[in-house]
């Protein structure tokens, strides 16, 4: 009884030992022998560096971070190049694991980590369909300038119009939709910032009291008062 005991108390000791940690990153980058990870994270308008790892070889690459709420981070790699990629995640409290490549690093990804993360990425599937119209537009619009075609110019810039203002609504119907995610104040913030106030306020009301508590619950939350104080002012 008393061996048990010790060894009871051991395990114990061990476990206190170990440090703890909100956010786990594993991260196995195919082909990476030599770099810098860097874990970033946006604070107070400022991209900070929260963790980073020296690959030599290794392969066991894990980064750490404290975490309140669900944050939006950056995984940084730099090859000792002038080239520096970046993939950016939701991340909630536990572990996050990013499996990508060192040639395709922050393009062919995959991500296995948070609610907050597959809402994001069921976001970003439509909108990256409406984002290539958009850029496929601008161009059509350079081209029909150069050749003096006005009246093609006028008709590219209606449907630019209206691609950008498909965006803004499935935006957001998606924080509408998704009012109990961390990922609806946060596209508010970062995609429909500079669109009409009642848009941001009717997602801002939306919003359950657990993601109104969030960081960027709060953060839209104080965002559309200052609007309306400076509305007000003027």
């Known amino acids: 009884m008393k061996k048990i005991s010790l060894v009871l108390l051991a395990l114990f000791l061990m476990a206190c030992g170990k440090e703890q940690h909100d956010l786990t990153v594993k991260a196995n980058i195919e082909g990476l022998k030599k770099g810098t990870l860097y874990l970033k994270k946006v604070e107070d308008t400022t991209l900070v ?3 980073s790892l020296v690959v030599n070889g290794n392969t066991n690459i894990e980064l750490h971070s404290d975490l309140d709420s ?13 080239e520096k990629d970046r993939i950016t995640f939701f991340a909630d409290k536990g572990t996050t694991e ?10 062919e990804f995959d991500i296995k980590g948070s609610e907050q993360q597959k809402a994001l990425e069921e976001y970003q599937t439509v ?7 958009y850029l496929y537009n601008f161009k059509e619009q350079f081209e029909a300038r150069k050749a003096g075609d006005t009246a093609k110019l006028n008709i590219l810039i209606k449907e630019s119009n209206t691609s950008l203002k498909r965006k803004y609504l499935y935006t957001v119907n998606f924080a509408l939709n998704n009012k109990n995610s961390e990922v609806a104040p946060y596209l508010a913030l970062t995609e429909i910032y500079n669109d009409r106030i009642d848009y941001l306020d009717t997602i801002n009301n939306s919003l359950t009291p657990k993601v109104k508590a969030s960081k960027y619950g709060k953060e839209l939350n104080t965002f559309i008062n200052t609007i309306k104080s400076t509305e007000t002012d003027n």
Do not use: C, H, Q
């Open 49 to 51: 560096i929260i963790d």
């Open 70 to 82: 669900p944050e939006v981070f950056y995984l940084y790699l730099d090859k000792n190049s002038a």
């Open 98 to 107: 990013i499996n990508t490549t060192l040639k395709n690093f922050a393009f």
């Open 127 to 133: 909108i990256d369909k409406i984002n290539n119209r």
